[in-house]
């Protein structure tokens, strides 16, 4: 372990626990400290201050409150201020602009407000500007493209002007002018200067990043007013730790403690020679825990060498479940180091971001809040908090909402302590003009420094906070909303939370897998004690007398099972999802060991195989029961399912699990018997689960497992005459090879459901967001070592972006660690085996002979004992078509489009195969052209394009990708079963009792 890392510290509660519990706790720490109508009386002045001197036409609070972000009209003008500015040719310009005007209505009509006539001159004004646009993939003619570019460049810069309104100048330089002549207007404003940019995806923006930090630093003290201001009067300069270090996450403790740190600390020691604050901005919940060790470890530096300074000081974020403990955290620290901080009490920024990570990771619940009152009260708990830790922590409040304010005002006043508002530059300056009339109350603006380019994702976030309809400063642009809905008091607790928690996501009928936050210390420890007592358990070989007598039981064995009623054959796979849900870390364990798959890709995995028995439950349920069809009086007609005999189900190894499971329940469920062979690579995860089933009710003579080699066990199955089906998942010439094995077979002619490889590409075109396509690109290309059917084999980047993305591609490439699976910090494992790493390697040796290296992972030397881990690599090359066998391994190929899109998709078509595709572009018509004209079987927009999640993403793929039906989807179960229809001529009795009885008056 290094030496610089400190043990985690476990400061925090779970993050997960339920949102009444918290928000109870929160109110008890507000009890007999707030006078809500004394807050109201105090903010109503001020809200009406704010209306009569409303936001000028041009701010974005005007634009959001005609357009909310809720409608399409604020939705397109949204993705334009997202995109538009980045995109480097014309011609795409004006076709993402066709695209998202395109798609809205502006009605001049509809607008109202208080300025009515210049919003209905804009309104008619873009309205009118459409007629000069083309359609978003059309080519136009020569006037329409004159027009078409004035529309674009009159866009651009309405997008400029709006990020000006919320970016304080572009250079450092600037912002500190800027902030002198403002100075002069209000004596007691101070700022908090932040460098522009987001996470850093590679060591060289990382390195960027912190020049500008450190040159920040030193303008703004020379700068300063001089004179030690101490922490209330001094200038500060905001970090994002993100921006720093392109790994800080909890699973890269390690370097963030030996990399990272020393970084931050830094610029620490130049903030505090400089006498200035310095202040971490708080990010994603995930990286909570990481940020306060990492505080604390600074803050037995500063305790040493600037034990007087005080400017230490960090964000905490109030819609997050831990506000309070984060506070009293940072309380603690002060009294062990004997320093004292400046802590920023904020509600937020990623909100939908938590909120969207913790459904998809299927997580116990979520570490934000989900009604915003909740986080309104838990700000006023955490305030009350931090004012009586005001000898400890110097508090600063940042908020644009009048209730909060006044509030805040109050308490501190009550107990005499001293304190700061903060505003963002651009958003909340009519109440704060207000507040600051009172001018004892000291104020800090949060000052945004940085060009155009950089500041689409800061302007995305502001574009969002002001116009969601929860956001107070939308509410106080809007006059419908009284002053007393818009002061009322947030201190009702609601009894349930807002959103569904993750488990109920797919509804009552099906419930999500659970999943693990591997970030959180207490819910990683059951995996890796499992690992440390996971045994890989010997798999006896099957021989051709197994497989006879197996076939003959599960021949035999098919009427019961066939005969049990649905429901029961349902309820088995519902009894063995709980038990695999229940059992994860073993499984995980078993998947490390067996697999060499990562922790975060086992996780995903038995979460998969929990989901296929849920979902195949449900829809044998639904789909699966008698249906009465219609006829003529005198007849019933009913057409039933049922099994076909004896499946046989041959999965692969890359998922050992998922896949095997997901073959045998379908067929199970639909009333087969079945014989399943996994992989020879990985029998015992499949044994475990067989006898996981097995406990589940499967009774002994409707499920088998014969463990052997393809050649002999597989062919013999396949090859067996009382075989009624066959599910295969593997290579395409093995699916070829079992297609003429059953064609050559006498008797009944075999279904075979195919589930092969693929050849897949991502296109991305000019508007996409380069950091977006390196994050997918990397996880579809190099998670799993590549070993994945749906892995990204082929990245198509349009010419004009090209050498930028392929640039921050190879940056995040070397950021990558190649190791030890159970390792967390691991990203890719070795490859399955010998065969594999000889043919991947072979494969590599022979691109950097005929294309261009690009890129790769430096393998860390001195590694006893971890054989076949091959490096992500990255080669260039020229023509699509020079792709023609799939190479199962992290291997990228990288290639240059120009021209037509379409004949991208064209080319890609032509090779044949047909699985995954992955769209990267801003113009949400090209992305819907593409995929109509694309022979592929999942495509997916701006995001990775793997781990199709069942009943979501069914997966499976057409041409050389396999037979369909997709897996996990709606139509899948309708291949494992036979139909019948039965007809009764209900009138053979006599006569038709029930038509005479209908017809009767
Ligand atoms: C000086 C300054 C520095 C900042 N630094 C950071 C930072 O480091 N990190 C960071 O994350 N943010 C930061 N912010 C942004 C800040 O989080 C937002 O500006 C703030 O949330 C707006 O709060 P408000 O009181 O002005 O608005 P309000 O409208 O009263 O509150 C908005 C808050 O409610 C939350 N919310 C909305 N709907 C719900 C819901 N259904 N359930 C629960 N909560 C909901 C929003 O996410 C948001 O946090 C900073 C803001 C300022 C002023």
Not at 130 to 142: N, V
Not at 759 to 775: G, K, R
Not at 958 to 980: D, I, N
Request: with cysteine; hydrophobic share 45%.
């Amino acid at each position: 372990m290094n030496k610089h890392l400190p043990a985690p510290a476990a400061r925090l509660p779970f993050p997960y626990r339920p949102e009444a519990e918290v928000v109870a706790a929160a109110l008890a720490a507000l009890q007999g400290r707030l006078d809500w109508p004394a807050v109201v009386d105090a903010a109503r002045p001020w809200v009406l201050g704010a209306r009569a001197h409303p936001a000028p036409f041009w701010a974005m609070e005007s634009l959001l409150r005609e357009y909310p972000i809720s409608s399409a009209e604020g939705l397109a003008l949204m993705r334009l201020a997202e995109a538009l500015l980045r995109v480097p040719d014309a011609e795409t310009a004006i076709a993402l602009t066709a695209d998202q005007l395109g798609r809205a209505e502006f009605d001049a009509n509809q607008a109202d407000g208080p300025w009515r006539m210049l919003s209905q001159l804009s309104a008619s004004a873009i309205s009118l500007s459409k007629k000069f646009l083309p359609d978003a993939e059309q080519p136009a003619g020569l006037l329409q493209r004159l027009g078409a570019r004035t529309v674009v460049a009159a866009t651009v810069r309405a997008i400029q002007l709006l990020g000006r309104q919320f970016v304080y100048a572009r250079t450092i330089t600037e912002a500190i002018a800027e902030g002198q002549g403002q100075r002069r207007q209000q004596p007691g404003l101070r700022f908090s200067f932040d460098m522009l940019g987001e996470g850093a995806r590679t060591e060289a923006a990382a390195v960027e990043y912190l020049g500008a930090y450190e040159q920040a630093i030193e303008a703004i003290a020379t700068g300063r007013a001089g004179g030690n201001a101490g922490p209330a009067g001094r200038d500060e300069i905001s970090v994002k730790l993100s921006a720093l270090f392109p790994r800080y996450e909890e699973a890269q403790r390690e370097r963030v403690f030996a990399e990272l740190l020393p970084r931050v600390w830094g610029l620490v020691q130049r903030a505090a020679r400089a006498d200035i604050n310095i202040a971490i901005d708080a990010e994603e919940c995930d990286r909570l825990e990481l940020s306060l060790d990492l505080l604390d470890a600074l803050a037995e530096r500063v305790a040493a060498e600037f034990p007087h300074w005080g400017g230490l000081g960090l964000a905490v974020q109030t819609y997050q479940t831990r506000g309070l403990e984060v506070v009293d955290a940072v309380a603690a620290m002060a009294r062990r180091h004997g320093i004292t901080f400046v802590l920023r009490l904020v509600k937020g920024a990623y909100w939908d971001g938590e909120i969207k990570r913790a459904q998809e990771g299927g997580l116990p619940g979520y570490p934000v809040f989900t009604h915003k009152h909740h986080t309104d009260i838990n700000y006023l708990a955490c305030a009350a908090r931090l004012i009586d830790h005001h000898q400890l922590i110097y508090p600063q409040f940042a908020t644009h909402n009048a209730g909060t304010i006044a509030a805040i005002v109050q308490m501190a006043r009550q107990q005499g302590a001293a304190f700061e508002l903060q505003r963002l530059h651009g958003m909340g300056e009519g109440i704060h003009n207000e507040v600051l009339k009172d001018r004892s109350i000291a104020c800090r603006v949060y000052a945004p420094v940085g060009e155009h380019r950089d500041l689409l994702a800061y302007l995305v976030r502001r574009l969002l906070e002001n116009g969601a309809n929860s956001s107070f400063v939308h509410q106080l642009a809007d006059a419908a909303v009284s002053p007393e809905d818009l002061l009322a008091s947030p201190l009702v607790p609601a009894t349930a939370p807002a959103l569904a928690l993750p488990a109920a996501l797919f509804g009552a009928a099906r419930a999500n897998s659970t999943g693990v936050d591997l970030a959180c210390a207490a819910m990683r420890q059951p995996l890796l004690d499992a690992l440390q007592r996971v045994q890989v358990e010997p798999v006896p070989l099957a021989t051709a007398e197994d497989v006879a007598a197996a076939m003959a039981r599960l021949h035999v064995g098919f009427d019961a099972w066939n005969a049990r009623p649905l429901a029961e054959r349902a309820a088995t796979l519902r009894r063995a999802a709980d038990l695999l849900d229940a059992r994860l870390p073993q499984y995980c364990a078993l998947l490390v060991k067996e697999a060499h798959k990562t922790l975060g890709d086992c996780v995903a995995e038995v979460r998969e195989a929990v989901d296929f028995c849920r979902y195949y439950a449900d829809q044998a349920e639904e789909r699966l029961k008698d249906q009465p069809l219609p006829g003529p009086t005198g007849e019933s007609n009913l057409l039933r399912l049922h099994g076909r005999g004896v499946f046989v189900c041959i999965s692969p190894w890359n998922f050992p699990l998922a896949i095997f499971a997901g073959q045998v329940v379908a067929a199970l469920v639909a009333g087969n018997t079945v014989a399943a062979k996994p992989a020879e690579q990985t029998p015992a995860v499949a044994q475990r689960f067989v006898a996981l089933l097995h406990e589940a009710g499967v009774p002994a003579d409707a499920l088998a497992l014969l463990h052997g080699p393809g050649e002999t066990i597989g062919a013999a199955l396949v090859a067996h005459p009382a075989t009624a089906g066959v599910c295969f998942t593997g290579s395409t010439p093995v699916a070829r090879l079992i297609n003429r094995t059953l064609a050559a077979k006498d008797g009944p002619i075999v279904p075979l459901i195919a589930e092969t490889g693929g050849l897949n590409a991502m296109i991305v075109d000019s508007t996409a967001l380069p950091e977006q396509v390196v994050d997918a690109v990397v996880q579809s290309a190099f998670r799993s070592a590549g070993q994945r059917c749906s892995a990204l084999r082929l990245l198509c980047v349009h010419e004009s972006v090209a050498d930028g993305v392929i640039q921050m591609l190879c940056g995040a490439l070397a950021e990558l660690n190649v190791g030890d699976p159970a390792d967390l910090a691991t990203d890719v494992g070795p490859v399955i085996d010998d065969e594999a790493f000889h043919g991947i390697s072979s494969h590599v040796q022979r691109l950097r002979g005929q294309a261009r290296l690009l890129g790769e992972t430096p393998l860390k030397s001195g590694m006893p004992g971890m054989a076949r881990l091959v490096a992500p690599v990255a080669f260039e090359i020229v023509r699509i078509a020079e792709l023609q066998t799939e190479i199962f391994g992290p291997v990228l190929h990288v290639v240059r489009w120009g021209g037509d899109v379409n004949d991208v998709v064209r080319q890609i078509n032509a090779l044949g195969y047909g699985l995954t595709l992955g769209v990267q572009t801003r113009i949400d018509s090209r992305a819907q052209r593409i995929a109509d004209t694309a022979r592929v079987g999942n495509v997916y927009v701006n995001r990775n394009i793997i781990g199709a999640v069942v009943g979501v993403q069914p997966f499976g793929g057409e041409g050389l990708s396999g037979t369909g039906p997709k897996a996990g989807g709606p139509h899948y179960l309708y291949r494992f079963c036979a139909e019948q229809t039965v007809t009764v001529n209900t009138t053979a009795a006599g006569g038709n009792a029930e038509l005479l009885a209908g017809l009767a008056p």
